[in-house]
């Protein structure tokens, strides 16, 4: 690939000197949420493989031919999606330099690059070492199988085991050095600690003599084997005077000791690792449509969010993920899985890649994993030992619009056939097991399931609702997401050739959208509402979610309403850092997360997540091109606002994608954690309303809203095999290409119709 690619380009955009997140798109992290050791040279916060921690990583340490430790200091940090580089101070007359990268290859890599700026050589030990809990066998256990050793590399197994006892996942690791080793050191030891990257905690402080270890291996000992596994490979490391020399230390992770062995070598023997990370980010960047604008927080939010879409991807086979996805953050713990309220809205991101893989499978693995009665597990597992059908969490989602969407941009049917049983199975067990009185309206059971705790709406039908026990509303989100699913099936049949289900489809989803209509709107709030299932009479609580319908056919002129009188109401939903999930006026509001005094992690009283935001962007420019076209200049300034705050304390340098913001201020919830946060579809929103590519069954809408740029560009969008590109300046005005040839165009904004 040549270096002046557009992605080589956008690495460098995204630079900065405040981050530290390292990924390579396959199974493997590095995103330590809040890190206590970040100036330590190597990787000692945890990192992730798949849905499981892992950690401590390694550390190195730098000893000075007196065998004592030559203490290193952090003097400039610098960031790219590529690689973190650490300057460190000059130290015994070297300069050094780390590049940090996780490679393609799942290998956490650092490259030591050191300067000798004296007339005279110098001779350093670079001794690489880790810290490994052996664990125990038992019921929820992890332990640390043998230890191999060889000439190259250290390579372990750790195994999960299930509550019987019985191994449920293993991950093999791989730790080498690029160089011949020197000496090298295996001890275990009781644990103490906490302990950290210091030398001095180490066995090897008091081992390392005479510029060696003692090449030992005592890996049991005393009246048990528990404890802290001490693993140190030593090179002996001599920099010729005003020279250079390097050296690549890395840990892999993998399904299994001998791939993870390979993949160590791959990232150990490369001419330049680096460079392997930065070709597969600029890869990556060069495989989604190439968007430039004249603001620069649009252009750099919509690169950003590949990133951290990128980041966050899962690419490899695993028996519970067969397809690429994408996890929903950073964090180990709940956020590190396929979590199907996020899975789908990363359709309607994934699939302006090239590749509708992440599209699609994001879908597809859910189906895969479909319990019995036809429900979608809230988050995928990856252990082998578990059973989605002895789980009970879900999130409901909009999954029928979103594939509807995938198919629109990629044409698969094939796809569609493949999925086609297991939406219709999903969408039977909404018809049986959330809607029984048979109102066209459905369930919501408990306030987990729509992602959304902590909501005055669902006091309404129980008092004890923040308490986490069962219930049941009728919810206009819950509706909207079965309307669009009912939908989608209506027009998939006809597609897949099961043209007798359409009209089944289309009965439900008619039935389903006068219920919402006639039962949730109320004329004189105008608002729609959820409903109480026994009593039908609608709540009055105003939420994010009530402006759900506008992003379907099911709101109409004669709703308008709710948009002008709450949604673009200061004293309610239009605040300086939009979306709040909970309007201004209701009792229970809060922007500071306060829920009943206390402030909590998931508040959706006020706050404004990026979720619900990008739902009602949706809404009000779905409904400024559809219905009232007199909306456009506010779903424009809407747009722009959410993406604004995504920008800490407004600056163009920290662009970020947290779960929610302050709705005042925009302040973020530094506290959690959870930046690059995967819960919302910012990109889609930028491609169809400020670039204005709206792919229809038969042809593509160009109809960018009115954001009163000088210019913008978009090009390599991919749309059943071609290629669109829409261009617009104010002196040449709006135009469209298709595989390189103009097919419209425009003195204005004005909607264009190009057929494909």
């Known amino acids: 690939m040549a270096k002046e690619s557009r992605g080589y380009e956008i690495i460098e955009m995204l630079g900065r000197r ?22 330590a040279p190597g990787f000692w916060e945890h990192g992730t493989y798949l849905d499981y921690d892992v950690g401590p990583l390694f550390t190195a340490t730098l000893l000075g031919q007196d065998d004592r430790e030559i203490p290193l200091e952090v003097e400039g940090r610098s960031w790219t999606p590529a690689a973190l580089t ?19 290859d799942d290998c956490f890599t650092s490259r030591f690059t050191f300067e000798n700026t004296t007339g005279s050589s110098n001779t350093v030990h670079l001794v690489v070492w880790t810290a490994i809990p052996r664990g125990d066998v038992g019921p929820n256990r992890r332990y640390i199988s043998e230890l191999h050793f060889t000439k190259e590399a250290v ?51 008091e ?6 270890l003692g090449n030992e291996r005592k890996l049991t000992g005393g009246t048990n084997d528990r404890g802290l596994i001490f693993v140190a490979l030593h090179v002996r490391v001599t920099v010729p005077a005003n020279g250079k020399r390097e050296v690549v230390v890395g840990l892999a992770a993998g399904k299994t000791e001998n791939y993870a062995g390979t993949q160590l070598q791959n990232a150990l023997s490369s001419k330049d690792v680096i460079e392997v990370s930065r070709a597969n980010w600029a890869s990556f960047f060069d495989s989604v449509p190439d968007f430039a604008c004249s603001d620069p927080y649009i252009e750099k939010c ?49 699939r302006w890649m090239h590749d509708p893989s992440a599209a699609e499978g994001s ?75 048979g109102l066209g309206l459905y369930d919501v059971v408990n306030q987990a399931e729509t992602g959304q705790e902590y909501m ?22 819950a509706t909207v997401y079965a309307y669009g ?56 609580r105003s939420a994010a979610v009530c402006f759900y319908p506008f992003f379907t056919d099911i709101a109409t002129k004669e709703h308008l309403g709710a948009l002008s009188k709450h949604l673009l109401s200061p004293k309610e939903f239009w605040t300086d850092y939009p979306v709040p999930s909970t309007s201004i006026a209701d009792e229970y509001f809060s922007a500071e997360g306060e829920w009943k005094g206390k402030r909590h992690n998931c508040p959706w009283n006020g706050r404004s997540w990026l979720m619900t935001s990008s739902h009602v962007c949706d809404a009000l420019g779905s409904a400024s091109v559809a219905v009232e076209p007199k909306l456009k200049v506010k779903a424009a300034e809407l747009l722009r606002k959410v993406i604004g705050m995504t920008f800490l304390e407004g600056d163009l340098e920290r662009p970020s994608s947290y779960e929610y913001y302050h709705p005042f201020t925009g302040v973020a919830p530094y506290w959690r954690g959870t930046d690059d946060y995967m819960h919302s579809y910012i990109v889609d929103l930028i491609i169809r309303f400020v670039a204005g590519v709206c792919p229809q069954d038969e042809f593509v809408m160009v109809e960018p809203l009115p954001f009163k740029l000088e210019s913008f560009s978009i090009g390599k969008v991919m749309i059943r095999g071609r290629e669109l590109g829409v261009t617009y300046t104010k002196k040449g005005g709006l135009k469209v290409t298709v595989d390189g040839k103009q097919r419209a165009k425009a003195r204005a904004l004005q909607p264009l119709k190009v057929k494909i």
């Open 18 to 39: 405040d981050k530290w997140f390292l990924g390579g798109g396959t199974a493997c992290l590095w995103a330590p949420e809040w890190p206590l050791h970040l100036d």
């Open 86 to 104: 650490q300057v460190y101070k000059p130290a015994g007359g070297l300069k050094l330099t780390e590049e940090k990268c996780l490679t393609p």
């Open 155 to 205: 390579t372990f197994t750790r195994v999960e085991t299930n509550s019987s006892g019985k191994p449920s996942y293993s991950i093999g690791f791989a730790l080498g050095v690029s160089r011949k080793l020197t000496s090298y050191s295996m001890n275990i030891a009781e644990a103490g600690g906490p302990y950290g990257p210091q030398w001095r905690y180490t066995p090897f402080y």
């Open 207 to 212: 081992k390392f003599a005479s510029g060696k």
């Open 302 to 350: 919509y690169w950003y969010r590949w990133f951290g879409l990128r980041l966050n991807m899962i690419s490899i086979k695993d028996e519970r993920l067969p397809h690429p996805c994408v996890f929903e953050g950073i964090n180990p713990g709940w956020f590190r899985h396929a979590i199907a309220y996020s899975a789908q809205v990363h359709m309607r991101e994934l």
């Open 363 to 437: 879908l597809s693995n859910f189906i895969e994993n479909q319990r019995r009665n036809g429900s979608f597990v809230g988050g995928i597992v990856t252990g082998s030992g578990w059973n989605p059908n002895e789980s009970e969490n879900i999130y409901l989602g909009d999954w029928g619009r979103a594939a509807r969407d995938v198919w629109r941009v990629h044409g698969n049917d094939k796809w569609l056939s493949e999925i086609y049983l297991g939406l219709s199975k999903y969408a039977r067990y909404l018809e049986d097991e959330r809607d029984a009185e």
């Open 456 to 477: 005055s709406r669902y006091l309404y039908v129980d008092a004890k609702a923040d308490l986490w026990g069962p219930l049941q509303l009728k919810g206009v989100d």
């Open 485 to 540: 699913i009912q939908r989608a099936l209506e027009w998939m049949a006809e597609r897949v050739g099961r043209s007798a289900d359409a009209a089944k489809w289309k009965e439900a989803a008619d039935a389903t959208r006068e219920a919402v209509r006639s039962r949730m709107w109320d004329e004189k709030a105008e608002m729609f509402f959820d409903v109480h299932p026994s009593t039908h009479r609608r709540s009055g």
